[in-house]
Protein backbone atom coordinates (compact mmCIF):
# COMPACT_ATOMS: atom_id res chain seq x y z
CA UNK A 1 0.00 0.00 0.00
CA UNK A 2 1.06 3.16 -0.38
CA UNK A 3 0.87 6.14 2.50
CA UNK A 4 1.22 9.75 3.04
CA UNK A 5 1.40 11.01 6.10
CA UNK A 6 1.16 15.09 6.38
CA UNK A 7 3.25 17.26 8.60
CA UNK A 8 6.67 17.81 9.25
CA UNK A 9 7.17 17.41 12.90
CA UNK A 10 8.57 14.56 15.22
CA UNK A 11 5.30 13.30 15.22
CA UNK A 12 5.25 12.49 11.63
CA UNK A 13 8.44 11.14 11.58
CA UNK A 14 7.31 8.70 14.23
CA UNK A 15 4.14 7.81 11.93
CA UNK A 16 6.39 6.98 9.50
CA UNK A 17 9.06 5.04 10.79
CA UNK A 18 6.02 3.04 12.70
CA UNK A 19 4.09 2.70 9.65
CA UNK A 20 7.17 1.86 7.43
CA UNK A 21 7.37 -1.84 9.67
CA UNK A 22 4.00 -2.68 8.28
CA UNK A 23 4.61 -5.68 5.67
CA UNK A 24 1.80 -3.75 4.12
CA UNK A 25 3.27 -0.72 3.07
CA UNK A 26 5.72 -0.59 -0.18
CA UNK A 27 5.72 3.09 -0.31
CA UNK A 28 5.61 6.34 2.24
CA UNK A 29 5.17 9.78 0.99
CA UNK A 30 5.69 13.06 3.87
CA UNK A 31 4.20 16.19 2.88
CA UNK A 32 6.20 18.49 3.94
CA UNK A 33 8.44 16.19 6.10
CA UNK A 34 11.80 17.17 7.34
CA UNK A 35 15.52 15.67 6.80
CA UNK A 36 14.30 12.50 9.23
CA UNK A 37 11.64 11.27 6.97
CA UNK A 38 13.78 12.01 4.00
CA UNK A 39 16.18 9.71 4.90
CA UNK A 40 13.78 7.00 6.54
CA UNK A 41 13.20 4.02 5.03
CA UNK A 42 10.98 3.83 1.53
CA UNK A 43 9.91 7.43 2.55
CA UNK A 44 9.85 10.41 -0.12
CA UNK A 45 8.86 14.21 1.02
CA UNK A 46 7.18 15.89 -1.14
CA UNK A 47 6.72 19.73 -1.34
CA UNK A 48 3.00 20.45 0.16
CA UNK A 49 2.19 21.91 2.65
CA UNK A 50 -0.04 20.58 4.96
CA UNK A 51 -2.45 23.12 4.56
CA UNK A 52 -2.41 22.85 0.95
CA UNK A 53 -5.92 20.82 0.71
CA UNK A 54 -6.28 20.99 -2.82
CA UNK A 55 -2.48 20.42 -3.60
CA UNK A 56 -2.28 17.32 -1.25
CA UNK A 57 -5.81 15.91 -2.68
CA UNK A 58 -4.19 15.55 -6.48
CA UNK A 59 -1.07 14.18 -5.15
CA UNK A 60 -3.19 11.21 -3.71
CA UNK A 61 -5.26 11.33 -6.86
CA UNK A 62 -2.51 10.97 -9.26
CA UNK A 63 -0.45 9.10 -7.65
CA UNK A 64 -2.79 6.29 -5.94
CA UNK A 65 -2.36 6.82 -2.87
CA UNK A 66 -4.44 4.06 -0.69
CA UNK A 67 -4.19 5.97 3.10
CA UNK A 68 -3.59 9.50 3.91
CA UNK A 69 -2.51 10.27 7.79
CA UNK A 70 -2.66 13.71 9.22
CA UNK A 71 -0.60 14.92 11.57
CA UNK A 72 -2.08 18.37 12.65
CA UNK A 73 -4.99 19.89 13.47
CA UNK A 74 -5.51 23.06 10.70
CA UNK A 75 -5.94 20.59 7.75
CA UNK A 76 -8.72 18.57 9.69
CA UNK A 77 -10.80 21.55 11.08
CA UNK A 78 -10.23 23.04 7.45
CA UNK A 79 -11.84 19.86 6.46
CA UNK A 80 -9.25 17.98 4.34
CA UNK A 81 -11.03 14.59 5.43
CA UNK A 82 -14.18 15.72 4.09
CA UNK A 83 -12.40 16.54 0.68
CA UNK A 84 -10.66 13.23 0.42
CA UNK A 85 -13.75 11.78 1.06
CA UNK A 86 -15.74 13.47 -1.49
CA UNK A 87 -13.08 12.40 -3.94
CA UNK A 88 -13.42 8.46 -2.98
CA UNK A 89 -10.22 8.38 -1.05
CA UNK A 90 -9.00 6.94 1.73
CA UNK A 91 -8.12 9.38 5.09
CA UNK A 92 -7.22 9.17 8.52
CA UNK A 93 -8.78 11.43 10.89
CA UNK A 94 -11.76 13.35 11.75
CA UNK A 95 -14.28 15.42 9.54
CA UNK A 96 -14.35 18.75 10.10
CA UNK A 97 -17.56 18.80 12.09
CA UNK A 98 -15.79 16.37 14.66
CA UNK A 99 -12.45 18.24 14.31
CA UNK A 100 -14.38 20.95 16.26
CA UNK A 101 -13.25 19.15 19.38
CA UNK A 102 -10.28 20.93 19.16
CA UNK A 103 -10.90 23.62 16.10
CA UNK A 104 -13.87 25.55 19.10
CA UNK A 105 -13.46 25.10 22.97
CA UNK A 106 -16.84 26.29 23.18
CA UNK A 107 -18.07 23.37 20.83
CA UNK A 108 -15.91 21.10 23.11
CA UNK A 109 -17.26 22.55 26.44
CA UNK A 110 -20.90 22.56 24.98
CA UNK A 111 -20.60 18.43 24.35
CA UNK A 112 -18.74 17.95 27.66
CA UNK A 113 -21.41 19.38 28.98
CA UNK A 114 -24.48 18.15 27.75
CA UNK A 115 -23.16 14.87 28.15
CA UNK A 116 -21.70 14.85 31.44
CA UNK A 117 -18.03 14.53 30.89
CA UNK A 118 -15.98 15.81 33.65
CA UNK A 119 -13.91 19.20 32.78
CA UNK A 120 -13.73 22.87 34.23
CA UNK A 121 -16.64 25.29 34.80
CA UNK A 122 -16.26 27.71 31.95
CA UNK A 123 -18.42 29.97 30.14
CA UNK A 124 -18.05 31.70 27.16
CA UNK A 125 -18.15 35.05 26.06
CA UNK A 126 -18.18 37.43 22.63
CA UNK A 127 -18.03 40.82 23.97
CA UNK A 128 -14.76 41.77 26.68
CA UNK A 129 -16.89 44.07 28.88
CA UNK A 130 -19.20 40.52 29.99
CA UNK A 131 -16.01 38.98 29.97
CA UNK A 132 -13.82 41.18 32.62
CA UNK A 133 -17.15 41.56 34.72
CA UNK A 134 -17.22 37.70 35.17
CA UNK A 135 -13.60 37.99 35.66
CA UNK A 136 -13.73 39.84 38.45
CA UNK A 137 -16.53 38.11 39.99
CA UNK A 138 -14.76 34.52 40.08
CA UNK A 139 -11.30 36.43 40.88
CA UNK A 140 -8.16 34.88 40.31
CA UNK A 141 -6.51 32.45 39.65
CA UNK A 142 -8.60 32.20 36.08
CA UNK A 143 -7.71 30.63 33.00
CA UNK A 144 -9.11 32.25 29.43
CA UNK A 145 -8.89 30.88 26.39
CA UNK A 146 -9.26 31.92 22.49
CA UNK A 147 -12.03 29.63 21.40
CA UNK A 148 -10.38 28.46 18.32
CA UNK A 149 -7.01 27.52 17.34
CA UNK A 150 -3.84 29.44 18.00
CA UNK A 151 -1.17 26.92 17.73
CA UNK A 152 -1.22 26.07 21.76
CA UNK A 153 -0.64 30.32 22.33
CA UNK A 154 -4.36 30.72 23.00
CA UNK A 155 -4.45 30.12 26.88
CA UNK A 156 -3.47 32.02 29.99
CA UNK A 157 -3.51 30.45 32.90
CA UNK A 158 -3.55 34.01 35.65
CA UNK A 159 -2.44 34.21 39.00
CA UNK A 160 -3.89 37.61 38.82
CA UNK A 161 -6.66 39.54 37.36
CA UNK A 162 -4.14 41.86 36.44
CA UNK A 163 -2.78 39.16 33.95
CA UNK A 164 -6.28 38.45 33.26
CA UNK A 165 -7.30 41.81 31.75
CA UNK A 166 -4.07 41.94 29.86
CA UNK A 167 -4.59 38.71 28.28
CA UNK A 168 -8.75 39.21 27.19
CA UNK A 169 -7.17 42.86 25.95
CA UNK A 170 -5.02 41.00 23.30
CA UNK A 171 -7.46 38.75 22.45
CA UNK A 172 -10.80 40.51 22.04
CA UNK A 173 -9.32 44.32 21.28
CA UNK A 174 -5.83 43.59 19.63
CA UNK A 175 -6.96 40.28 18.46
CA UNK A 176 -3.91 38.74 18.88
CA UNK A 177 -5.29 35.31 17.38
CA UNK A 178 -7.84 36.86 14.83
CA UNK A 179 -11.05 34.93 14.28
CA UNK A 180 -9.85 32.54 16.27
CA UNK A 181 -10.31 35.18 19.20
CA UNK A 182 -13.64 36.34 18.66
CA UNK A 183 -14.97 34.12 21.49
CA UNK A 184 -13.13 33.70 24.61
CA UNK A 185 -13.51 30.86 27.24
CA UNK A 186 -13.08 31.68 30.84
CA UNK A 187 -12.90 28.86 33.27
CA UNK A 188 -11.60 27.48 36.39
CA UNK A 189 -7.89 27.13 37.28
CA UNK A 190 -7.93 22.93 37.93
CA UNK A 191 -4.67 21.53 39.63
CA UNK A 192 -2.97 18.42 39.82
CA UNK A 193 -0.71 16.49 37.21
CA UNK A 194 -1.40 16.58 33.43
CA UNK A 195 -1.62 13.57 31.06
CA UNK A 196 -2.33 12.84 27.51
CA UNK A 197 -4.57 9.99 26.73
CA UNK A 198 -4.46 9.65 23.00
CA UNK A 199 -7.20 7.02 22.05
CA UNK A 200 -8.01 5.41 18.53
CA UNK A 201 -11.94 5.71 17.96
CA UNK A 202 -14.22 4.55 15.53
CA UNK A 203 -16.59 6.77 16.74
CA UNK A 204 -18.05 3.38 18.41
CA UNK A 205 -15.24 1.56 19.45
CA UNK A 206 -12.68 3.24 21.75
CA UNK A 207 -8.99 2.00 22.38
CA UNK A 208 -7.15 4.46 24.67
CA UNK A 209 -3.57 3.92 24.04
CA UNK A 210 -1.06 3.95 26.80
CA UNK A 211 -0.71 7.06 28.93
CA UNK A 212 1.82 9.74 28.35
CA UNK A 213 3.00 12.95 30.36
CA UNK A 214 4.55 16.15 28.23
CA UNK A 215 6.55 18.96 29.65
CA UNK A 216 5.06 22.17 28.01
CA UNK A 217 7.42 25.05 29.46
CA UNK A 218 10.38 25.82 28.34
CA UNK A 219 12.55 25.61 31.06
CA UNK A 220 13.42 22.84 33.85
CA UNK A 221 11.36 22.95 36.93
CA UNK A 222 8.44 23.83 34.51
CA UNK A 223 9.23 27.25 34.38
CA UNK A 224 9.28 29.91 31.38
CA UNK A 225 6.84 30.17 28.81
CA UNK A 226 4.96 27.18 27.47
CA UNK A 227 5.96 25.89 24.22
CA UNK A 228 4.86 23.10 21.58
CA UNK A 229 6.35 20.36 24.58
CA UNK A 230 9.69 19.78 25.18
CA UNK A 231 9.54 16.13 26.12
CA UNK A 232 7.67 13.18 27.11
CA UNK A 233 7.41 10.18 28.63
CA UNK A 234 5.08 7.14 28.72
CA UNK A 235 3.45 5.54 30.54
CA UNK A 236 2.81 7.65 33.10
CA UNK A 237 2.58 6.91 37.13
CA UNK A 238 0.19 9.70 37.18
CA UNK A 239 -2.53 7.21 35.97
CA UNK A 240 -2.96 3.86 37.15
CA UNK A 241 -4.90 1.24 35.55
CA UNK A 242 -8.24 1.71 37.46
CA UNK A 243 -7.64 5.86 36.21
CA UNK A 244 -7.29 4.27 33.22
CA UNK A 245 -10.60 2.67 33.16
CA UNK A 246 -12.17 5.67 34.41
CA UNK A 247 -10.96 7.58 31.85
CA UNK A 248 -12.44 5.26 29.13
CA UNK A 249 -15.83 5.11 30.79
CA UNK A 250 -16.58 8.62 31.88
CA UNK A 251 -14.44 10.48 29.32
CA UNK A 252 -13.36 9.19 26.22
CA UNK A 253 -16.57 6.90 25.94
CA UNK A 254 -19.51 9.48 26.87
CA UNK A 255 -17.53 11.99 24.56
CA UNK A 256 -17.68 9.86 21.49
CA UNK A 257 -20.94 8.35 22.16
CA UNK A 258 -22.10 12.03 22.42
CA UNK A 259 -20.47 13.20 19.56
CA UNK A 260 -21.94 10.47 17.86
CA UNK A 261 -25.67 11.85 19.26
CA UNK A 262 -25.18 14.91 17.71
CA UNK A 263 -24.54 13.81 14.47
CA UNK A 264 -21.17 13.12 14.39
CA UNK A 265 -19.36 9.84 13.97
CA UNK A 266 -15.55 10.66 15.30
CA UNK A 267 -12.70 8.66 13.46
CA UNK A 268 -9.19 9.05 13.95
CA UNK A 269 -7.53 9.81 16.75
CA UNK A 270 -9.23 11.66 19.97
CA UNK A 271 -6.92 13.17 22.09
CA UNK A 272 -7.58 14.04 25.84
CA UNK A 273 -5.51 16.43 27.68
CA UNK A 274 -6.37 15.30 31.34
CA UNK A 275 -5.80 17.03 34.81
CA UNK A 276 -5.08 14.72 37.72
CA UNK A 277 -7.02 16.60 40.70
CA UNK A 278 -8.12 15.03 44.16
CA UNK A 279 -12.06 14.72 42.14
CA UNK A 280 -10.53 12.18 39.60
CA UNK A 281 -9.28 13.38 35.97
CA UNK A 282 -10.96 16.04 34.51
CA UNK A 283 -10.63 17.04 30.80
CA UNK A 284 -8.32 20.22 30.01
CA UNK A 285 -9.03 19.88 26.33
CA UNK A 286 -9.48 17.89 23.45
CA UNK A 287 -7.41 17.54 20.67
CA UNK A 288 -8.46 15.66 17.12
CA UNK A 289 -5.02 14.54 16.41
CA UNK A 290 -1.85 12.68 18.00
CA UNK A 291 -0.18 14.70 20.68
CA UNK A 292 3.54 15.88 19.64
CA UNK A 293 5.85 14.60 21.33
CA UNK A 294 3.62 12.35 23.35
CA UNK A 295 3.30 10.56 19.91
CA UNK A 296 7.12 9.97 20.06
CA UNK A 297 7.37 8.37 23.40
CA UNK A 298 3.96 6.02 22.78
CA UNK A 299 4.80 4.81 19.57
CA UNK A 300 7.84 3.09 20.11
CA UNK A 301 5.77 0.57 23.04
CA UNK A 302 3.25 -0.08 20.79
CA UNK A 303 3.72 -3.93 18.98
CA UNK A 304 0.60 -3.40 16.87
CA UNK A 305 0.89 -2.99 12.99
CA UNK A 306 -0.33 0.95 12.97
CA UNK A 307 -1.54 0.43 9.92
CA UNK A 308 -4.10 -2.74 10.53
CA UNK A 309 -5.20 -0.23 13.73
CA UNK A 310 -5.70 2.97 11.34
CA UNK A 311 -7.53 0.64 8.58
CA UNK A 312 -10.04 -0.81 11.18
CA UNK A 313 -10.80 3.02 12.42
CA UNK A 314 -11.89 3.81 8.45
CA UNK A 315 -13.58 0.59 8.37
CA UNK A 316 -15.12 1.07 11.62
CA UNK A 317 -14.23 -2.74 12.47
CA UNK A 318 -12.32 -1.45 15.66
CA UNK A 319 -14.20 -3.70 17.89
CA UNK A 320 -11.77 -6.63 16.20
CA UNK A 321 -8.27 -5.26 17.53
CA UNK A 322 -7.03 -5.50 20.83
CA UNK A 323 -3.81 -3.60 21.61
CA UNK A 324 -0.45 -5.09 22.94
CA UNK A 325 2.26 -3.02 24.69
CA UNK A 326 6.06 -3.17 25.49
CA UNK A 327 5.71 -2.53 29.29
CA UNK A 328 9.09 -0.47 29.18
CA UNK A 329 9.22 3.29 29.59
CA UNK A 330 10.22 4.67 26.90
CA UNK A 331 10.76 8.57 27.19
CA UNK A 332 11.86 11.16 24.76
CA UNK A 333 13.81 14.55 25.25
CA UNK A 334 13.12 17.39 22.56
CA UNK A 335 16.61 18.96 21.18
CA UNK A 336 15.41 22.89 20.53
CA UNK A 337 17.18 25.80 18.90
CA UNK A 338 18.71 28.35 21.20
CA UNK A 339 16.49 31.30 22.07
CA UNK A 340 12.89 28.91 21.04
CA UNK A 341 9.96 29.49 21.69
CA UNK A 342 11.32 32.74 20.71
CA UNK A 343 12.85 33.85 17.66
CA UNK A 344 15.73 31.26 16.78
CA UNK A 345 18.96 30.71 14.34
CA UNK A 346 18.24 28.00 11.63
CA UNK A 347 21.00 26.58 8.79
CA UNK A 348 23.71 24.56 11.72
CA UNK A 349 24.59 21.33 10.98
CA UNK A 350 23.88 18.68 13.66
CA UNK A 351 26.83 16.10 14.08
CA UNK A 352 26.51 12.88 16.38
CA UNK A 353 23.15 11.73 14.68
CA UNK A 354 24.53 7.99 13.69
CA UNK A 355 26.09 7.62 17.07
CA UNK A 356 22.91 7.83 19.03
CA UNK A 357 19.71 5.49 19.08
CA UNK A 358 16.37 6.27 18.10
CA UNK A 359 16.31 9.35 17.25
CA UNK A 360 12.89 11.52 15.64
CA UNK A 361 13.89 14.79 13.45
CA UNK A 362 11.12 17.82 14.08
CA UNK A 363 12.93 21.52 12.45
CA UNK A 364 15.58 19.88 10.61
CA UNK A 365 16.75 20.03 6.62
CA UNK A 366 18.85 18.19 4.38
CA UNK A 367 21.65 19.95 2.36
CA UNK A 368 24.33 18.00 0.20
CA UNK A 369 23.54 14.81 2.44
CA UNK A 370 24.18 16.85 5.95
CA UNK A 371 21.38 17.19 8.06
CA UNK A 372 20.76 21.21 9.30
CA UNK A 373 18.40 22.56 11.96
CA UNK A 374 15.58 23.92 10.22
CA UNK A 375 13.00 24.74 13.57
CA UNK A 376 12.64 25.58 16.75
CA UNK A 377 12.06 21.95 18.15
CA UNK A 378 14.60 20.56 16.09
CA UNK A 379 14.91 16.58 17.31
CA UNK A 380 13.45 14.46 19.37
CA UNK A 381 16.02 11.68 21.22
CA UNK A 382 14.23 8.28 22.44
CA UNK A 383 15.29 5.74 24.75
CA UNK A 384 13.63 2.71 26.47
CA UNK A 385 14.00 1.15 30.08
CA UNK A 386 12.64 -1.06 32.48
CA UNK A 387 12.10 1.52 35.08
CA UNK A 388 11.51 5.44 34.46
CA UNK A 389 15.09 6.40 36.10
CA UNK A 390 16.51 4.04 33.69
CA UNK A 391 14.88 5.04 30.22
CA UNK A 392 15.70 8.67 31.60
CA UNK A 393 19.53 7.58 31.59
CA UNK A 394 19.24 5.91 28.28
CA UNK A 395 18.07 8.63 26.97
CA UNK A 396 20.23 11.61 28.22
CA UNK A 397 23.20 9.13 27.16
CA UNK A 398 22.24 9.72 23.37
CA UNK A 399 21.00 13.10 23.97
CA UNK A 400 25.29 13.85 25.00
CA UNK A 401 25.90 12.09 21.24
CA UNK A 402 24.17 15.20 19.60
CA UNK A 403 25.80 18.23 18.70
CA UNK A 404 24.67 21.70 17.68
CA UNK A 405 25.56 25.01 17.96
CA UNK A 406 22.94 26.36 20.72
CA UNK A 407 21.37 22.75 21.56
CA UNK A 408 18.76 23.27 24.16
CA UNK A 409 17.43 21.00 25.57
CA UNK A 410 15.21 20.04 28.99
CA UNK A 411 17.68 18.29 31.78
CA UNK A 412 14.58 17.17 34.18
CA UNK A 413 12.18 15.21 31.55
CA UNK A 414 10.44 12.49 33.83
CA UNK A 415 11.59 14.22 36.85
CA UNK A 416 8.02 15.35 37.71
CA UNK A 417 7.31 11.94 39.48
CA UNK A 418 10.47 10.68 40.93
P1 LIG B 1 -3.70 24.09 25.75
O1 LIG B 1 -2.92 25.08 24.92
O2 LIG B 1 -5.17 24.18 25.58
O3 LIG B 1 -3.09 22.73 25.70
O4 LIG B 1 -3.47 24.55 27.26
C1 LIG B 1 -2.17 24.77 27.66
C2 LIG B 1 -2.01 24.43 29.10
O5 LIG B 1 -2.75 25.35 29.90
C3 LIG B 1 -2.51 23.08 29.54
O6 LIG B 1 -1.62 22.06 29.26
C4 LIG B 1 -2.64 23.30 31.03
O7 LIG B 1 -1.39 23.19 31.66
C5 LIG B 1 -3.09 24.73 31.12
N1 LIG B 1 -4.55 24.80 31.34
C6 LIG B 1 -5.53 24.87 30.41
N2 LIG B 1 -6.74 24.91 31.00
C7 LIG B 1 -6.53 24.86 32.34
C8 LIG B 1 -7.37 24.89 33.50
N3 LIG B 1 -8.70 24.98 33.41
N4 LIG B 1 -6.77 24.82 34.70
C9 LIG B 1 -5.44 24.77 34.82
N5 LIG B 1 -4.59 24.74 33.77
C10 LIG B 1 -5.12 24.80 32.54
N1 LIG C 1 1.74 17.94 23.35
C1 LIG C 1 0.64 18.79 23.28
C2 LIG C 1 -0.09 18.75 22.02
O1 LIG C 1 0.23 18.00 21.12
O2 LIG C 1 -1.06 19.47 21.90
Redesign the pocket.
Known amino acids: MKILVIGSGGREHALVWKLGQSPRVSQLYCAPGNAGTQLADRCENIGFRANDILGLLEFAKENRIDLTVVGPEEPLVNGIVDRFQMAGLRIFGPNARAAQVEGSKAFAKKIMEKYGIPT?RARKFTAIDAAWAYVEQQGAPI?I?ADGLAA?K??A?CRQLEEARAFLKQVMVSKAFGKAGEMVIV?????GQ?ASVLALTDGHTVLPLSPAQDH?PIGEGDTGP?TGGMGAYSPTPVMDAAMEQQVLEQILRPMVAGLRAEGMVYKGILYA?L?MDASGPRV??FNCRLGDPETQCVLPRLKNDLLELMLAVTEETLDTQRLVWDPRFCLNVVMAAQGYPGSYTKGQPITGLEQAGLVFHAGTSLREGQVLCAGGRVLNVVGLGTTLKNAIENTYQDVAKIHFEGAYFRRDIGQRVL
Not at 187 to 191: D, K, L, Q, V
Open positions: AVKGGVVEEMMTEKNGMVE
